[in-house]
């Protein structure tokens, strides 16, 4: 079993920055990937970012070169710094943890609006 928890979401302005995080726990030593998804309001969930154990990463092309994920083995913590948010960005961020089966945390909604 692992437990994840998001946090870092909110209201930002379009062009700021935000920094998500996500905290796992349980039984963390089989996780070979963690990542995010995304929900737009009234859109179905889609796939946003990926790193592996070993650090290499992917993304969507929509948030390319805005978007970086990084991973704190030390502290089981998955962090996507995002950059020049758009209004398009806006939606319920879900961390996932891959360990043979996926687990899923509850979400943090990111609101970019003025």
């Known amino acids: 079993q692992v437990q994840l928890v998001e946090s870092g979401g909110g209201l930002v302005q379009p062009g700021g920055s935000l920094r998500l995080s996500c905290a796992a726990s349980?039984?963390?030593?089989?996780?070979?990937?963690m990542g995010w998804y995304r929900q737009p309001p009234g859109k179905q969930r889609e796939w946003v970012a990926t790193i592996t154990r070993g650090g290499p990463t992917n993304y969507i092309d929509s948030v390319k070169g805005r978007f970086t994920i990084s991973r704190d083995n030390a502290k089981n913590t998955v962090y996507p710094q995002m950059n020049s948010l758009k209004p398009e960005d806006t939606a319920v961020y879900y961390c996932?943890?891959?360990?043979?089966?996926?687990?899923w945390g509850k979400g943090t909604l990111v609101t970019v609006s003025s």
């Open positions: 996932f943890a891959d360990v043979g089966v996926r687990y």
């Open positions: 349980g039984s963390m030593f089989n996780i070979n990937a």
